[in-house]
């Protein structure tokens, strides 16, 4: 029998001595297993808690906003944001507090949103902080404790451009002005790379990158900001000094359509929002806000009225004695200005004049101007809560809505839109689109422009602008004038309109006008709500405005003079 077995054995070594290698084999794993997890655990939960790899995202810089000379408008600067995984910190009070004090956070409230958070791996403490102070705090070694890069905007001109720009949120996603309109233009597509951490959060070493971080793409603003300086100090400073609810300013370039300057009051600090209780101060008044343009308006009645055929800039009115009544209703200018011309209507701003002339070309031919030159249209910059005013239908209108539509009641638009069609009268009677955005020359030279009143129309209505601020031809509106410049323009007072209809005491005072005259080249618009004091007459409290951008403008522009006094001439030559 053990023979047999010997022979078995030897007949089947090889089976054996195989199963035996594999035994051993097995016995060899379970001891190194046994030994990994019993003497070396501790050594081994170390590195591995210090050597994670994981996906951490690539912020993307935001697109930079800039003037048209470059000049830096918006921008965005990298900062780190502390966050922490709450399933680690939960519990861990002395850490809590210690992380609050260094973030001058309330402890108490930290404390409770981390417990609320406990099933969660991420909760930002504190959004945006200084590199510097961000790594301070990673320093502290506390578990739990992350940071993460992010982008902060920046707004190097502040409240000077607020209302234009407008600001993003925390996020990096803009919430007003052109942050918003062109937000999607301007965001950038976050990247991905994979890094090695410790258990502290710390980078070890960068494996790879996953996905590139896309910037934002920039955009070049048409605006000047040198111009928007001015513009926004001088407005600043007259609605201080008037004590007036709100004003707004716009500077527009003849030849393009581009804005030059646009600013608007009361304004904010892009950069501290945080105690901002009147959020009335984010609108854009120049785009969002509509009023009645009042005087402002007669030069397109006259337009109407030189189409017409029954007038010429020589036919005689008589406004005499001061005021008339229509269908019950007083009409009547400040003074008694006895028989003018047409011209002599826009010079002395006479309202029978303009409504004798309405009431009897009808007002149809003066809505007509009115549409061809942009009122009741949204002007089509893409800003956000854009207005397109009133413009309506007087198929049914009696003779006094007539008479006080000639001279800018019954009807509303923003200010941009009023520089637009003074811009029209500026430019032979050529209408273009209005922009915000810097054009090249090719884009220029393709604009759209149409010819919306005749050249001789606007020639003499032109000539007449004119007479308003030129004291030797009748005009009154003296504090419009610019140093060694021609201006043509017009000043309007429009009332208020209140809950019980028009307020006797609360008026808009406007300016309109273009410089210089002989050839213009801007078109500025200058609104002053409600005033406050003894004066309230758009020449008294607009052109003085319009006078100091205008004068400012030139300058930065470099157009040359086209009013230089004779004896200046003169003493020039001679010297």
């Excluded at 993460?148 to 409240?159: L, S």
């Excluded at 922009?435 to 759209?448: F, G, N, Q, T, Y």
Aim: charged share 20%.
């Amino acid at each position: 029998m053990s023979e047999s077995l010997i022979k078995v054995f030897f007949k089947n070594w090889r089976v054996y001595l195989v199963l035996s290698m594999m035994f051993f084999c097995v016995m060899v794993i379970a001891w190194k297993v046994s030994t990994l997890h019993i003497t070396e655990r501790d050594f081994l939960q170390d590195q591995g808690d210090a050597r994670t790899i994981r996906n951490v995202p690539l912020a993307a810089n935001r697109g930079l906003i800039t003037d048209r000379n470059g000049e830096p408008l918006a921008v965005s600067t990298p900062v780190q944001s502390i966050w922490v995984n709450p399933g680690e910190m939960t519990g861990e009070i002395a850490a809590i507090k210690k992380l609050a004090e260094q973030l001058e956070l309330n402890a108490e409230v930290l404390e409770l949103n981390i417990n609320k958070k406990a099933n969660l791996e991420f909760l930002y403490v504190k959004r945006r902080i200084n590199p510097g102070d961000a790594e301070k705090i990673l320093q502290l070694n506390i578990d739990g404790v992350y940071s993460q890069k992010e982008y902060q905007r920046f707004y190097p001109q502040g409240e000077v451009t607020a209302h234009l720009i407008g600001f993003s949120n925390v996020d990096d996603v803009g919430q007003e002005g052109l942050e918003l309109t062109y937000n999607d233009w301007l965001k950038g597509v976050p990247g991905k790379r994979q890094v090695m951490q410790d258990r502290r959060g710390h980078i070890i070493e960068e494996l790879n990158t996953i996905q590139t971080a896309q910037p934002g793409q920039s955009i070049e603003l048409s605006i000047d900001f040198r111009i928007q300086n001015i513009a926004y100090r001088e407005l600043k400073k007259e609605f201080i000094t008037r004590r007036a609810k709100a004003a707004s300013v716009v500077v527009l370039d003849v030849n393009t359509g581009e804005v030059l300057a646009m600013a608007s009051q009361p304004s904010y600090n892009p950069h501290n929002k945080a105690d901002m209780t009147d959020f009335s101060v984010l609108r854009n008044r120049s785009i969002t806000d509509v009023f009645e343009p009042g005087s402002t308006v007669k030069p397109f009645t006259i337009a109407a009225a030189l189409e017409s055929g029954i007038y010429t800039s020589d036919t005689v009115i008589e406004t005499s004695p001061g005021w008339m009544m229509v269908s019950g209703n007083e009409v009547k200018d400040i003074f008694n200005y006895g028989t003018l011309t047409t011209t002599g209507v826009i010079t002395k701003s006479s309202n029978i004049g303009s409504s004798k002339i309405a009431l009897e070309i009808g007002a149809e031919p003066i809505r007509d101007v009115l549409a061809r030159v942009g009122f009741g249209e949204v002007l089509g910059t893409g800003f956000p809560g854009e207005r397109s005013g009133v413009l309506p239908n007087p198929r049914n209108w009696g003779r006094h809505v007539t008479a006080t539509f000639s001279f800018g009641y019954g009807l509303s638009a923003t200010a941009l839109q009023l520089a637009q069609a003074y811009s029209v009268l500026a430019d032979d009677g050529i209408r273009k689109p209005v922009s915000l955005l810097k054009l090249s020359k090719e884009e220029v030279r393709m604009l759209r422009q149409e010819q919306v009143l005749s050249p001789e129309v606007v020639m003499d209505v032109k000539e007449m602008l004119g007479t308003v601020v030129d004291k030797s031809r009748g005009g009154s509106v003296l504090g419009a004038n610019v140093p060694f410049y021609s201006v043509a323009g017009k000043s309007g007072t429009a009332h208020v309109v209140g809950e019980q209809g028009y307020e006797e005491n609360l008026h808009n005072s406007l300016f309109v006008g273009m410089v210089p005259a002989s050839d213009p080249e801007i078109v500025i618009i200058v609104v002053v709500n409600e005033p406050k004091g003894d004066e309230h007459y758009g020449g008294q409290v607009a052109a003085p405005v319009f006078s100091r951008v205008a004068s400012g403008a030139m300058r930065i522009l470099n157009i040359s003079p086209d009013l230089i006094p004779e004896k200046q001439i003169l003493g020039l030559t001679s010297f």
